[in-house]
């Protein structure tokens, strides 16, 4: 039996339709986390943020909000608008190393006043209508921290707690601490939810039998670098050129329809980039699609791609995809 899996907050990445198009192509994920939204003084969302959230945009699958606040305040309004909307569960985010975020004191920022972090939570779960789950890192400059956040963690009724063992200042480097990970598992009550570095079937597999108390995994770039990750390693098919293909280009069109033609560049540029890993040897089209500077030049990239390669055996996200 394998765990429950939900596919990761990727801001920039997997917006309305990214999530839409991935669901009606792959199984897999539970859960899909919405990127963050961050309300600030004059408590109105963005147009961006108002369609992200938007529960027509996100029919048919489990979604999860994420709010982005160091305010109670504005914690608790997000989380009364997204209750409004049909939400049951929304998401905190303490962990988002951006030294924009940091510097307001949200994000990871949140990990380096813990008196405030306790505040902050205890107005959340005094005045919150809905389950809130926290994606907390492991400290701010030091792994040490944890044991002292943990213990704050656990005084609340906290859904789950998503832990990405890196410090902020760790940003994505390096390896995950799986030893604090492991401490907290034997230290906590509370639900975990293991994120961080799982790029293939095997290894969640390893994660799984080496942590028997994680509820769930959170799965980010492995699901952007091979789509059906989740799927595969639910036990279903793994990834086809022909399931590949027919994902990249249900995803073009829905680009297509949904913004004007210099976005949809970008966007498929950026999914050119992340599927790399997927084609062995196959620098040059990609490098093509990644730089093309017409939607002509990158559809004839991608067809050179996908005609003329072969699928990698094992498709995996490398950092330097
Ligand atoms: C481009 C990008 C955007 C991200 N956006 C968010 C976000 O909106 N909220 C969040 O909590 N984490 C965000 N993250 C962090 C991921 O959700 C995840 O924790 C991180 O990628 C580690 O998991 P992985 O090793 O499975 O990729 C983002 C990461 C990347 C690379």
Request: glycine share 6%; proline share 7%.
């Amino acid at each position: 039996m394998s765990l429950p899996v939900y596919f990761a907050p990727l801001e920039g990445v997997t917006d309305t339709v990214y999530r839409q198009v991935h669901h009606a192509h792959f199984g897999g994920p539970v859960k899909y986390f919405i990127p963050f939204i961050s309300p600030t003084q004059n408590l109105v969302l963005t147009p961006r943020e108002r369609k992200n959230v938007d529960p027509q945009a996100n029919a048919g699958f489990y979604a999860v909000p994420q709010v982005l606040a160091k305010n109670a305040g504005h914690f608790i309004w997000a989380a009364n608008l997204l209750h409004d909307l049909g939400y049951e569960e929304i998401n905190l985010n303490a962990g988002c190393p951006s030294g924009t975020v940091t510097a307001k004191g949200k994000g990871a920022g949140l990990l380096q006043r813990p008196q405030e972090l306790s505040w902050l939570l205890d107005e959340i779960f005094a005045h919150t209508p809905v389950r809130v789950s926290v994606k907390t890192r492991i400290g701010f400059s030091s792994p040490e921290e944890f044991d002292a956040l943990l213990e704050i963690y656990s005084r609340y009724p906290i859904h789950e707690l998503i832990i990405h063992p890196r410090t902020r200042e760790e940003y994505y480097k390096g390896s995950v601490h799986r030893d604090v990970y492991a401490a907290a598992e034997a230290r906590t009550r509370l639900p975990l939810v293991y994120n961080g570095d799982l790029f293939t079937p095997q290894a969640c597999r390893a994660l799984e039998q080496a942590h028997p108390k994680t509820r769930a995994l959170m799965l980010g770039r492995g699901m952007l670098a091979n789509p059906a990750l989740a799927q595969t390693y639910a036990g279903g098919a793994p990834l086809s050129r022909e399931t590949l293909r027919a994902f990249h280009d249900d995803l073009l069109s829905a680009y297509q329809e949904a913004y004007p033609s210099s976005v949809v560049l970008g966007r498929m540029r950026e999914v050119a980039k992340n599927i790399a890993c997927c084609f062995e040897g196959a620098e040059k089209p990609l490098k093509a699609a990644r730089k093309a500077s017409s939607m002509a030049a990158y559809q004839d990239a991608v067809t050179r791609l996908f005609e003329d390669y072969a699928l990698s055996a094992n498709p995996c996200f490398s950092a330097r995809s």
